[in-house]
């Protein structure tokens, strides 16, 4: 979210535009060859109100064109290759006192644009148990099918992309985990392939505690805007909360 130049007074008591300005959706998103619209938002510092903003003077940017166009209409960003980039909205906003208008202001917000896949989610379970671990230590195993996947969900439907992830283990660590598991695959035709999540523990199975990590994916080289939450207990594993 980018901060706009705040408010000003020119021969008016007061003069009240936007403090803040935003993109929604953020982060845009769409295919190759195809394009999406963002719009800008802004929220007035006197009145609170939160309006979609349109304008004469409205211009929009990218600022990796080789990725995604901004155009022709207004916050339309066109898919040009896989890749992400910053979209940025401008609009010139009349600064009004609630009795008559001062000066005109420009108003801003940034945001990302992301042009092929954006997530990887769990769309099924092929199963789950107790894991096989070594003397000593037990846990829990999950085996699912991933699937790349678009903003909102639609599947990502290209075959043959290396998916690879990485792990991060978060403050919370009950079960002591030390080390996390990665490893990288090729995508089928509907952009799925399977996964494997397990633990292993010498606080398990008694324990009643977690370990929470964050799960980073990269897609065909491109890393991906979102990232899941993972959550490690003796006798379960969520994903995204799933």
């Known amino acids: 979210m980018d901060k706009t130049f705040g408010h000003a007074t020119y021969g008016c008591t007061q003069c009240c535009g936007d403090d803040f300005a935003w993109l929604n959706p953020d ?5 190759v060859g195809t394009g999406a619209q963002d719009d800008l938002w802004g929220s007035n510092e006197c009145f609170g109100t939160q309006t979609k903003r349109t304008g004469t003077s409205y211009n929009w940017s990218s600022s990796n064109t080789g990725v995604a166009t901004m155009g022709p209409g207004k916050g339309w960003m066109n898919g040009i290759s896989t890749g992400s980039s910053n979209i940025t909205g401008y609009f010139r906003a009349r600064l009004d006192d609630g ?3 001062c000066v005109f202001q420009d108003v801003g917000g940034g945001g990302g644009g992301n042009v092929g896949p954006y997530q990887v989610e769990p769309i ?9 671990c070594t003397s000593g230590r037990s846990g829990w195993v999950r085996n699912t099918t991933n699937q790349v996947q678009y903003l909102g969900g639609q599947p990502y439907a290209v075959s043959g992309l290396t998916v690879s992830d990485g792990i991060t283990l978060g403050s919370r660590n009950d079960l002591g985990i030390t080390s996390s598991q990665t490893g990288h695959t090729p995508t089928t035709g509907d952009g799925s392939f399977p996964d494997t999540y397990f633990v ?34 003796c006798s379960s594993i969520k994903i995204d909360g799933r």
């Open 99 to 101: 009795f008559g208008s």
């Open 27 to 31: 982060p845009l998103a769409t295919a």
């Open 124 to 132: 099924s379970t092929a199963s789950q148990g107790p894991a096989n």
């Open 200 to 233: 292993c523990s010498t606080a398990c199975p008694g324990s009643s505690g977690e370990s929470d990590a964050i799960q980073n994916w990269v897609v065909g080289g491109i890393p991906l805007f979102h990232t899941n939450g993972l959550v490690y207990k």
